[in-house]
């Protein structure tokens, strides 16, 4: 199976901050690297698919970039609604597998 | 617009088999050539895919669970379903279903179903 590594576990931002957060994949999976955004008691939110395709409705000062093994998404200007918990999520071999998630909380 | 709806049991006894259905409303299960997943969550944990189907019945599971799992799909009723067997506490979780496209993320969810394994 592919391991995929997140980073930091959690961070603590304030309204207006720049976000990144990593994410490591044991051994290359191209560009079939997704993120979701997950609030507490609803499901996941696919927020950028291949790297850096922005789903439909999802604001753009969400981003995604890299290849390979190494990957960032990153919130330009983090906003009231956005404080929730981040996946990534590796679709180029079965199993599908998912980073340990990404808690971002307020400052 | 497309909703999926997972639906089954909260409570499951050890030992015993968990059974969910997924029930998709606004698409056919069989136009788009979408796979149709199960992901389950731990409380408070991460997530883990448990396996997908595409509406020809060809499924994909993952290793860890591939001896306990049955994913079907019911076409007449726009619906596939998990069987889960041999339980214990450690597959209590909430239960997804999703949607993907070939390689691509899962755009689709259910709003999940806690199953809680206790006797």
């Known amino acids: 199976d592919i391991q995929m590594t997140q980073s930091p576990s959690s961070l603590s931002a304030s309204v207006g901050d720049r976000v990144t957060i990593a994410c490591r994949a044991s051994q290359s999976v191209g560009r079939f690297l997704n993120w979701y955004q997950q609030k507490p008691g609803k499901a996941p939110k696919l927020l950028i698919y291949t790297v850096s395709s922005l789903e439909s409705g999802v604001p753009s000062r969400f981003s995604g970039s890299g290849s390979g093994t190494d990957f960032t998404l990153t919130i330009s200007s983090l906003q009231p609604e956005d404080f929730a918990t981040y996946w990534c999520q590796q679709s180029s071999t079965s199993p599908r597998t998912f980073g340990q998630g990404t808690k971002v909380d307020v400052k | 617009q497309v909703q999926l709806q997972e639906s089954g049991p909260g409570l499951v006894e050890p030992s015993q088999t968990l059974s969910l259905n997924c029930t998709v409303s606004g698409a056919s299960i069989i136009s788009g050539g979408h796979y149709w997943n199960w992901i389950r969550q731990h409380p408070g944990k991460g997530l883990e895919w448990i396996g997908s189907i595409y509406h020809s019945g060809s499924t994909s599971y993952n290793p860890s669970l591939k001896s306990r799992v049955v994913i079907s799909v019911d076409v007449s009723k726009n619906q596939f379903s998990l069987k889960l067997n041999s339980l214990s506490a450690a597959d209590t979780a909430v239960y997804f279903c999703?949607?993907?496209?070939?390689?691509?993320?899962?755009?689709?969810w259910g709003q999940g179903s806690l199953v809680t394994v206790s006797s």
């Open positions: 999703a949607r993907n496209y070939g390689d691509f993320g899962f755009d689709r």
